[in-house]
């Protein structure tokens, strides 16, 4: 296992852990995509929203019954950001 695998592998471990423990299917736990989205929060409107924003499309997703999959949801909640080029 090189250096860079080792904590990516722990994080997966803890997802699993986590997931299993409130009764989510890890595999439903895109850690890519949630640092996508809180990185996109954090740029472009406040880094103390980054959490908030991945709360928000977990409860979004939770509440749905999968009327509105991750996808679509992740596209709305990045749609309600400033553009790229006003947060600067």
């Known amino acids: 296992m090189t250096d860079l695998e080792h904590p990516l592998q722990e994080w997966v471990d803890w997802v699993k852990d986590a997931s299993e423990a409130v009764g989510v299917d890890p595999t439903d736990v895109d ?30 997703l939770g509440s749905r ?3 509105l999959d991750a996808e679509d949801a992740l596209d709305r909640i990045l749609r309600t950001l400033p553009s790229e080029n006003d947060a600067d």
């Open 31 to 60: 850690i890519s995509r949630l640092h996508y989205l809180s990185k996109q929060v954090a740029h472009r409107l406040q880094r103390p929203l980054a959490p908030v924003s991945t709360f928000i499309l977990g409860l979004a």
């Open 65 to 67: 019954r999968g009327e």
